[in-house]
């Protein structure tokens, strides 16, 4: 076997050994042609035809890489990592044609026993760079620097376009979705491309939920909004202080106008912000119940122990209001509860309720029993999904089913084949290998998903849908049902995941509570958010306020994070209290825990575990204490939040949005407004016993102490008493009473 991808898998931050790069020569420029190969392989040329002539370059054998793995390691890459030791790799670099001249090329293996084999025949056409008019570029403004706009031009396609934008002495810019690692983003390079970095996005500066949107706040304050799904970079006065370089994937003939849009706005953050959510989709409210505890573990995966797990919280007095139920299905159709039984629908025609027995001796004995419990102890309940339909191991009974009935019925995303024609795509990310993928973005490909999960709202009474891993869409080879290509479609897949199920909902007479981790550009419209996966240590304790906080600037209303991370070695108590005590003042507050094979000791993030583990007999009370306070503000968070999706102001608001002018806002940058009236420094470092707050202009009342202080300058609080971080008032309110008796409890 030997193997050649020109465009490779897909992953956006690493080349895979079998493909082209770049994938658009550049003339002058190195060019790279790899391949993979079956063992026994031992040389590999590549046949270059160009201007009549044919010449062999030998490659070189190289480590094997693919989706970014070389060993194993990463999220669920072992499988990979195995195929990777077993097939070679080989590549060559070489200088790029000319600009316009196309190359054609194949690869000749030869075996150590004899024979030879070879792929078919490649062509590729060389592009520069090249000055273009400022008419190649719609923008609604008249900020793009003067020439400064270029084209990646082939000849025949426009690949690219990069324009410049002015930076003034000053200017703050910061936003482009969901960003783990700064506030103010100037003086850096990032990227908008939906991407699941397991755990660190901070350190790799990846993120799930992107968007090519940014506020530039000081001096007149404006934004802007690249127009697009397809992926963009920034260079944000790296290169050049003064200048902010956007580079955008296109596809347009040679000589176009009109080959990317700008949105430029003027104004405060608030400004901004309604400007852009006004166009692209804006928040829709949801019930006040999201905004009380959230709990859950992988490890819940019987009825048992989710009762169990309830009545804990209720023995310890800790109030929940949502319980998250991730591994509840059969982990192969993820539509029944595992043990479940019932009969095969072969033509694929959703289930009813009456359609399962579930056995007394099975993992969930009495689903709608269950629910219809939770919800008289008042908590809200909702089941864990993935968008893909696993084919490891080889599917059977319902599953394969479905599967037949997907590809017979056209609702599944397609790639192209290497023969060109094109065939059900298979996922190409870490989780469930080759696993087929439903086109959500198609309003029948939808229907036929979801209505497959309606007895699970209508009958059994389920409340939401954790949307997990929006992420699997890789490679611009995909192609969407109505005919985009994946450097169209594959940004867009998250937002019309969560949708989909929104749309079932509240066809079920339901809000439309859906919690996801990935997004781009209109995910603000489409339910609650969570940070995504991350360990339990202080430095994720940080990423994750400044994402929340980089969400909200880009209309994200509903956020969370798991308290104090989810993996790895469970949290120290002083971690564990002071991440809950910053989610009391977070808009969804809940904590989670991963996956660990049931070892003892548990690695459950519950507030008796800590407390076990740790030996730390403060945890308890202290956490119960939070949780009985974040219940009292439920009110004030509500109304807040009503006020956050018909105003443009969010939710939990960084300082530099409510006070632009000020220039100290950005030496805090993980201070935020929760709501107009409450403004909350988390205490972000271990051992801490005072902590410096800045507190903007205006009359201040801390909301433990009662003391009032005039803002304008930094304060310095006392943080020794772990479960009580920086919180102050605004006089005005705090006089009014209401947030007096929250907090006097």
């Given at each position: ?32 042609l790899g391949v993979r190969t079956s063992p026994g392989v031992t040389r590999v040329d590549v046949e270059i035809y160009r201007d009549g002539q044919t010449r062999t370059v030998p490659l070189e054998p190289v480590a094997r890489s693919s989706r ?322 696993k084919m490891r191991p080889h599917p059977s009974g319902q599953a394969a089913a479905d599967a037949r009935a997907a590809i017979a019925e056209g609702v599944l995303l397609r790639e192209e084949a290497p023969d060109g024609t094109l065939r059900p ?73 969560a949708a989909a199920y929104g749309r079932l909902l509240e066809s079920a007479g339901k809000a439309p509570v859906t919690f996801s981790r990935a997004g781009f550009t209109g995910s603000p419209a489409h339910g609650a958010f969570w940070a995504g ?213």
């Open positions: 076997m030997i193997r050649h991808r020109p465009s490779g898998s897909g992953h956006p931050y690493s080349d895979d050994t079998e493909q082209r790069s770049p994938v658009v020569p550049v003339a002058g420029e190195p060019l790279r970014g793995q070389a060993a194993d390691g990463g999220h669920l890459a072992s499988a990979a990592a195995r195929d990777a030791r077993r097939a070679g790799g080989w590549e060559t670099r070489i200088p790029a044609p000319p600009a316009g001249a196309v190359m054609s090329y194949r690869f000749v293996g030869r075996r150590e026993q004899g024979g030879v084999e070879h792929t078919r025949w490649f062509s590729c056409r060389s592009a520069q760079w090249r000055a273009a008019g400022e008419a190649a570029v719609n923008v609604d403004g008249g900020k793009v620097v003067g020439g400064s706009v270029e084209v990646l031009d082939d000849g025949e396609r426009l690949h690219r376009v990069r324009f410049a934008l002015p930076l003034a002495p000053g200017e703050h810019v910061t936003g482009f979705g969901e960003r783990f690692d700064a506030s103010d983003h100037r003086g850096s390079r990032l990227d908008s491309v939906v991407f699941e970095q397991y755990k660190s996005q901070g350190a790799h500066r990846r993120t799930y939920l992107p968007m090519p949107f940014a506020h530039v706040i000081g001096g007149a304050g404006w934004g802007f909004h690249v127009r697009t799904s397809r992926r963009v970079w920034f260079d944000i006065g790296a290169t050049d202080d003064d200048l902010l370089v956007v580079e955008a994937e296109v596809d347009a003939p040679t000589g176009a106008d009109g080959v990317l849009d700008l949105a430029l706005y003027s104004g405060r953050p608030q400004e901004v912000l309604e400007a852009f959510v006004s166009e692209t989709g804006r928040p829709v409210e949801l019930p006040d119940w999201v905004f009380r505890l959230w709990a859950s573990g992988n490890e819940w995966n019987t009825q048992a122990e989710v009762e169990r797990q309830m009545r804990l919280h209720r023995e310890h007095d800790i109030p929940v209001g949502n319980v998250v139920i991730e591994a509840w299905s059969d982990e192969s159709t993820f539509t029944a509860f595992r043990d479940a039984e019932y009969d095969v629908h072969d033509d694929a025609r959703p289930h009813r309720l009456a359609d399962f027995t579930f056995p007394e001796t099975g993992a969930w004995p009495d689903p709608k029993g269950m629910v219809d419990a939770l919800h008289h102890d008042d908590v809200r309940v909702h089941l864990w999904q993935i968008p893909l339909m795509y298979r996922n190409r990310g870490w989780w469930f290998p080759l696993a087929l993928m439903p086109d959500l973005a198609d309003d029948r490909a939808a229907r036929w998903w979801t209505e497959k999960r309606r007895y699970l709202v209508e009958e059994i009474g389920i409340d939401g849908f954790k949307t997990d891993g929006g992420e699997h869409a890789w490679g611009r080879d995909v192609v969407a049902l109505d005919g985009s290509r994946g450097d169209v479609a594959n940004n867009r897949f998250p937002v019309a995941y996966d991350e360990n339990s240590t202080w430095e994720a304790f940080r990423w994750s306020m400044f994402a929340g906080l980089s969400a909200a600037s880009c209309g994200i209303v509903y956020w969370g994070w798991d308290i104090a991370g989810f993996s790895g070695p469970i949290p120290d108590a002083e971690l564990y209290v002071r991440a809950t005590a910053a989610s009391v003042f977070v808009p969804i507050m809940q904590y989670h825990s991963e996956f660990n094979h049931h070892r003892t000791p548990s690695n459950d993030r519950t507030p008796w575990n800590i407390a076990e583990r740790t030996g730390d007999a403060e945890v308890l009370p202290q956490v119960r204490e939070l949780v009985h306070l974040r219940e009292r503000l439920v009110p004030y968070i509500a109304a807040a939040a009503r006020e956050a999706v018909g105003s443009s102001r969010p939710l939990m608001r960084p300082l530099s949005f409510e006070h632009p002018d000020d220039p100290a806002v950005w030496e805090h940058p993980l201070q935020w407004y929760f709501g107009d009236d409450l403004l909350v420094a988390p205490v972000l470092e271990p051992g801490a016993t005072s902590t410096d707050v800045y507190l903007p202009a205006g009359a201040w009342v801390d909301v433990w102490t009662g003391e009032e202080v005039v803002g304008g300058v930094v304060d310095t609080v006392d943080v020794s008493n772990r479960a009580r971080i920086p919180v102050f008032a605004r006089a005005a309110a705090w006089r009014d009473g209401g947030l007096q008796t929250v907090f006097a409890g």
